[in-house]
């Protein structure tokens, strides 16, 4: 089972999102040459500069460079792409919840994965793909069950494709999105198992639950964030606070951990033809309001998150929901996941840093 060790070149798709971004930079920071999969020219000289400034080094001869694919699923987008590749991470998928065509989250998703397989198919250099899915594969993430149930990497979100079928465009766009996760990772199981014999590399799929963490990039302003990021700023400092935090109750893991689970899987011969969790804690937002008062991070923040009475239990507090075991990603890539305080921190230092906190206080964990 051939593995990945630095200074191996990888092809990251998606490379300026969340999740891409923090894996191009555990990437370069491990020695790893890198080269990052955008979809316009803009992005590609935005993400260059940006990396430049981060890593010095990668400004040296094949350390960084970036690939810009308009359309992912166009026949053969990669096939150029893949020239010198050891190994591929494809994280690029359609995250919105407001496309209301269900083909229009599914093409993308399939036809970008299938593609990217086949196109590796063709380079005898390429030894392992990592395929980024989601835990909405899975468990439906965003409606609470009857009661609460224990989710492995056995199962499947059935529930999201059966909705979509039903609904049509009348689906809500957790189920779109849920459907498009099982489809195009069930796609991409399927065109492994039918062509490992030949294939040149081996497959492995992460599933991450709800990824939070420092920024990977140079947005702005909070008004620039998207997805999970943006979820973070605003339930935890947006003023005012929206009515109800939302997920209710959710797996988190922090995104760094994502990144390094995505790496530890070029390199680990038994992540070869595996499907893993990536899940730290099941939580509530109330969790996190909890260890900023304890921790008393963000002088304020009590006062708009007010923190559960000493006598309230936080398991009480929680309505039924799923719990993802993330322990496999421990045992296979050695994964020892941080926990809510060690997120948190890292996100307040963050934000910070870049003058997003300046309406509660400079104190850092209890420091003036």
Known sequence: MPTLAPPARVLVTGANGFVGGWIVHRLLDGGYRVRAAVRSDDKARALSA???KKHPGSDSPGAFETV?????????????CLNGIGGIIHTASPVSFAIEDPEAYFQPAI????????SAAKHQSVKRVVFTSSIMAIAEAFTQPDKTCVCTEDDWNEGAVEAVNKLGREASGNAKYGASKVLSERAAWKFYEENKDTLPYELSVLAP?????PLPDDPASPTELNGTARLQWECLFATPPPPA???AVFNYADIRDVADAHVRALEVEGAAGERMVVSSEVCTWQDWYDAASRMNLVPGLSDLHPPRAVHDSAEHDRPPHVIMRGEKATQKLGI???RIPETLQAVVDDFRARGWLREFGARTNGAA
């Open 50 to 52: 940006f990396m430049g």
């Open 209 to 213: 639950a709800w990824s939070f963490g």
């Open 111 to 118: 036809q970008g994965t299938l593609g990217i397989l086949r």
């Open 68 to 80: 810009v694919v308009p359309d992912i699923t166009v026949d053969g987008a990669f096939d150029e």
């Open 336 to 338: 020892v996941y941080k």
């Open 245 to 247: 935090p939302y997920p």
